[in-house]
C-alpha cells in the first residue's frame, strides 16, 4: 500500500509540474492571440486539478522510495503524463484522433521527433511552443528534475536517478548527493540552451524560432516549427550553429559539468566516449561527403559536404532534423545514417540508443574474446583508460543489447504483418526505438507518420516508450523474482 501511496503523491507532484508548463503556453497564446487560448486554459485546469487530487491527500503520508518504486515511478511517469500534455492537442485540434495526439506527446517527451501533423507552419505559436517545451523537459528526464525537488518533500531520490540512468554513468568530479547532481546537469543543460538560443538568433532566425529550435537541438528531439525543416531555412550558419549544438547534447553532461567547473578542455580529451564519438562522426561525415559526389548527387565536393554533415550529425545523435530529403540519397547513406542513431551518442547526454560506452565495451569484449582464444591460459582484464571494467558491467551491457535487438526484431515483424514495406518498417522501428524521428520510404525525412494505422502508430509509441527508458526499466517489471523482497 505504501508503494502505491508513494506513485500517487510523486506521480500527482509532476502532474501539478505539467500543468505549471501548460502556464507559459497560456500566456503565449493570450499575449500572440493565436486562438488556442480556451485550448490551453481548459487543459491546465484539468491537469492542476487532477495532479492535486493525487498529490494533496498523499502529502503526509509516510513514504519511502524503494528500488521497486523507482523503477514502477518510472514507466508510469513515462506511459501516463503524456495523456495530460495531450489535452490542449486535442481541445485545440479537435480532429485529432487520440492515438496520434498520444504518438506526438509521447514522441516529444522522448524526444523523438517523429510527427503526425502537418501545416506546422501554420499552427498557433503556443502549440509549437508546448511541442518543444515538452522535448526540452523531457531531453534530461522528468525524474531526473523531479528528483531534485523530492529531497525537499523528504523522499529520497536516489533510487528515482538509479531507474532512470541505467548502466554507466559516469560519477567522478560531480556533486556528491544525488539531488545537487540532478540540479548541477540541469543548470549545465539550461546554461548551454540560453547560448543556442542567442546563437540562433544571431544566425538569423525570428526569437521564436531560436528559442524552439534550442528547445529541440539540445533535447536532441528535432521537431521544428516548419513542415520541411531545416531546408525551410536554406542556411548555412543556421546549420552550423545547429550541427555544433547536437553535437554538444550527444555528449554526456556529466563531462560538461567537469570541464566548465575545471575551466578546461581536458575532461574532453581524457574521455574515451568523447574522442570515439567525435571521430566517428567526422569521419562519417567525410566518407558519406564523397559517396554523395561520387553519385552525383551533389555537383562538387563542398556542397555533398555541407549536406552531410548536418544531416548525418543530426540522425546520428538522434536529433531528426533535415535540410534534404535523404530518402533520395543513395541507400548506403541513410542507412549508415540510421546505424549511426543506434550507437553514437554518449550516456548521460540526451541522445537515444545503445549508447557509445556500451558499443566500446562490447568491442573491447570481443577482443578480449579473441585473446582468450589465443591465449586460453592468460588473466587479462578490460580496461577502458585507466579504468577496469567489472564483469558484473560487461554482462549487463550483453543483456541490454540482446534485449535491445530482440526488442527491435519482434516489432520489426509485427509491423511487417501489418502489411508495411520492410525498408519503412525497418527504419520506422530503429528511428522510434532509438528516439530519432523521421525514417525512410512511408516515414521519410518529406513524408511523417500520419499515414500509419493505428496499430502501427501504437506500436511505433511503444518502441519511443522502451527506446527512452533503456528497455530495462520496463522489461524488468515483468520478471517475477524483482518483485520479491
Not at 314 to 334: E, K
Request: proline share 4%; aromatic share 12%.
Amino acid at each position: 500500500m505504501n508503494v502505491i501511496l508513494t506513485i500517487v503523491n510523486i506521480f500527482g507532484l509532476v502532474t501539478l509540474g505539467f500543468g505549471g508548463l501548460m502556464v507559459t503556453c497560456f500566456l503565449t497564446s493570450v499575449i500572440a492571440d493565436d486562438g488556442a487560448t480556451i485550448a490551453f486554459f481548459q487543459g491546465c485546469i484539468i491537469t492542476l486539478l487532477l495532479g492535486a487530487l493525487m498529490f494533496a491527500p498523499t502529502l503526509r503520508l509516510p513514504k519511502k522510495v524503494t528500488r521497486q518504486t523507482g523503477f514502477l515511478m518510472v514507466a508510469v511517469t513515462w506511459s501516463i503524463i503524456p495523456v495530460f500534455c495531450t489535452f490542449p492537442l486535442m481541445l485545440y485540434l479537435t480532429e485529432l484522433s487520440f492515438v496520434d495526439a498520444y504518438f506526438e506527446t509521447v514522441s516529444s517527451l522522448t524526444t523523438t521527433g517523429a510527427t503526425t501533423l502537418s501545416g506546422l507552419d501554420q499552427l498557433p505559436m503556443s502549440i509549437n511552443l508546448w511541442r518543444h517545451e515538452l522535448q526540452w523537459v523531457g531531453g534530461m528526464g522528468i525524474i531526473i528534475l523531479a528528483v531534485a525537488v523530492l529531497p525537499i518533500l523528504g523522499i529520497g531520490g536516489m533510487q528515482l536517478y538509479k531507474a532512470e540512468s541505467p548502466g554507466t554513468v559516469k560519477e567522478s568530479d560531480l556533486p556528491p548527493r544525488i539531488a545537487q547532481t540532478a540540479k548541477a546537469l540541469w543548470l549545465v543543460y539550461a546554461g548551454v540552451t540560453v547560448a543556442c538560443i542567442a546563437a540562433l538568433r544571431l544566425a538569423g532566425m525570428t526569437w521564436f524560432d531560436a528559442i524552439c529550435h534550442a528547445f529541440s537541438a539540445m533535447s536532441l528531439g528535432g521537431f521544428s516549427t516548419h513542415d520541411i525543416s531545416i531546408e525551410y531555412f536554406d542556411s548555412v550558419p543556421i546549420e552550423m550553429v545547429l550541427t555544433l549544438f547536437q553535437l554538444l547534447a550527444a555528449i554526456n553532461f556529466a563531462t560538461h559539468f567537469v570541464a566548465l567547473r575545471k575551466h578546461s578542455l581536458k575532461p574532453y580529451i581524457h574521455d574515451r566516449e568523447v574522442r570515439s564519438f567525435l571521430t566517428l562522426i567526422l569521419g562519417s561525415c567525410l566518407v558519406t561527403a564523397w559517396v554523395l559526389w561520387q553519385a552525383g548527387t551533389y555537383p562538387d565536393f563542398l556542397t555533398a559536404l555541407r549536406h552531410a554533415t548536418f544531416n548525418l550529425v543530426t540522425i546520428a545523435t538522434t536529433s531528426g532534423y533535415a535540410s534534404q530529403d535523404f530518402n533520395q540519397w543513395p541507400i548506403f547513406v541513410p542507412m549508415w545514417m540510421l546505424f549511426l542513431c543506434c550507437i553514437s551518442a554518449s550516456s548521460g547526454s540526451t541522445g537515444g540508443g545503445i549508447r557509445m560506452i556500451r558499443t566500446i565495451i562490447l568491442m573491447k569484449q570481443a577482443r578480449l574474446e579473441l585473446f582468450k582464444f589465443i591465449h586460453p591460459f592468460a588473466v587479462k582484464s578490460m580496461k577502458i583508460g585507466d579504468t577496469v571494467v567489472n564483469n558484473k558491467i560487461v554482462t549487463s551491457v550483453t543483456g541490454f543489447i540482446f534485449l535491445y535487438f530482440i526488442s527491435i526484431v519482434i516489432m520489426v515483424f509485427m509491423l511487417l504483418l501489418s502489411g508495411m514495406d520492410f525498408i519503412t518498417a525497418f527504419s520506422a522501428i530503429i528511428a522510434c526505438f532509438n528516439n530519432t524521428g523521421p525514417g525512410l520510404n512511408q516515414v521519410g525525412p518529406a513524408t511523417n507518420y500520419a499515414s500509419l494505422s493505428d496499430m502501427q502508430t501504437s506500436l511505433c509509441t511503444f518502441a519511443m516508450l522502451l527506446g527512452r527508458v533503456q528497455i530495462f526499466s520496463i522489461v524488468i517489471l515483468f520478471v517475477p523474482e524483482f518483485w520479491r523482497k
